[in-house]
């Protein structure tokens, strides 16, 4: 009777496993990549402009 | 693949081709890109007082860097035409990490700003750009509204000397309702800063009828005092109607005046007023004997009498980094 359980548990667990291995996998597939630190950029994507000595000297018209 | 960028408390979860809220985090194939990376949109010789910065290297140039993009949308944004834009609207120069130590070197200046927008969506040219600084014996300082999460914030720490941190208002629906943000990650910044040994300085911009009660100010005093200390410094700010908040009037001098007032009542040594001509706003005192430690006009030091940091007559130190 024990081996029959162990048995059954086995193959139970077997079968589970095997039903859920598929979701794991979609699930790591679409979740979303939790990142902190980005790569940077290859081009900067808006106007490049050339550096103006001059107003770098001044101090900036922004806040802070 | 959709990427879900953890660097502020937004977590942002991007789809491929998007950015997250500060709009310069974007989802490239699935690889979270910074797509400022070594690009200034502002680089400017600052005086270190205009961070504003009163306890450190007084009187010295600052080279100050910002891209494009924040992560808060505060409504009242003063820098709101580089903040609140995509970097596609707004024009940049290249300033790589090396360039930006060796600029302040040429320029005179002994340390480095990330400042004018938040360098927290900057975090990686920061980052690279601080560690540069720190090899060329130039020191680092941020400007920034501290939303950001702790693991992130403890590794730029590392490289950073001073701040200059933002504590917009004592209240959860003030960052909810103006900034779109949430206070508590704010707190945890000002509180991990100062324990890593950041020379911390906090802003409050005091806005008419928003947060300029005397509870207000007071439960922000009384925080700052236990939770920083009292030696650190706090700036009280005049509002200015800009960006999507000019329905209100600027801030009165009166109401900065009972600011200090109640800031001093909570035990704050190091209390200032700025964006506003007035008597006395901007000078340093020794807190124990009363002595007029550091005179300023504005951004101009007209006296310092300080002597290795401390008070020439009763010799007590003052929290800061000095020259």
């Known amino acids: 009777m024990d081996i029959a359980r162990r048995g059954f548990l086995k193959g139970a667990l077997g079968a589970v496993a095997l039903a859920a291995a ?14 902190i630190e980005a790569i940077p950029g290859r081009r900067y994507p808006g106007p490049l402009r050339r550096r103006d000595d001059a107003a770098v000297r001044k101090p900036g018209r922004w806040a802070g | 693949m959709t990427v879900q960028c953890e660097l502020c408390p937004k977590a942002c979860l991007i789809e491929p081709g998007q950015s997250g809220e500060c709009r310069v985090r974007v989802n490239l194939d699935g690889k ?7 690009y200034a949109c502002s680089v400017h010789v600052d005086p270190v007082e205009k961070k504003p910065l009163f306890h450190f290297l007084p009187g010295t140039g600052i080279l100050s860097i910002a891209t494009a993009g924040c992560n808060l949308h505060c409504q009242n944004c003063q820098n709101w035409q580089i903040s609140q834009r995509n970097p596609e609207d707004v ?12 600029a302040a070197k040429r320029y005179r200046c002994l340390s480095v700003a990330y400042t004018y927008t938040d360098p927290i969506v900057f975090y ?8 540069k600084a720190r090899e060329a014996g130039l020191k680092n300082v941020l400007v920034t509204a501290g939303y950001i999460n702790e693991t992130p914030l403890r590794k730029l720490c590392q490289y950073v000397d001073a701040a200059n941190i933002d504590l917009k208002a004592f209240s959860d629906a003030f960052y909810r309702d103006i900034c779109s943000g949430t206070l508590a990650p704010v707190l945890n910044t000002l509180a991990v800063a100062k324990s ?13 009828t928003l947060n300029d009660s005397d509870d207000d100010l007071q439960k922000l005093c009384r925080w700052v005092a236990t939770n920083l200390g009292n030696e650190t410094p706090l700036h009280f700010s005049r509002f200015h109607p800009d960006f999507r908040m000019k329905n209100l009037p600027p801030t009165p001098g009166r109401t900065l005046d009972r600011a200090k007032e109640i800031a001093k009542s909570e035990g704050l040594y190091y209390v200032y007023i700025g964006n506003i001509i007035r008597q006395d706003a901007g000078n340093t005192y020794c807190h124990v004997c009363g002595r007029l430690l550091i005179e300023r006009q504005g951004y101009v ?23």
């Open chain 1, 22 to 35: 598929p979701a794991l996998w979609l699930f790591a597939r679409l979740a979303p990549r939790r990142i």
């Open chain 2, 32 to 38: 979270l890109v910074a797509v400022t990376y070594g």
């Open chain 2, 91 to 102: 024009s940049a120069e290249a300033f790589p990490p090396e360039l930006a130590a060796e």
């Open chain 2, 124 to 131: 990686e040219y920061t980052l690279d750009s601080c560690i």
């Open chain 2, 196 to 208: 890593l040994g950041v020379m911390v300085e906090v802003t409050n911009l005091v806005i008419p």
């Open chain 2, 301 to 323: 030091i007209l006296q310092n009498v300080l002597e290795n940091g401390k008070c020439p007559d009763c010799k007590t130190e003052v929290y800061g980094t000095w020259i």
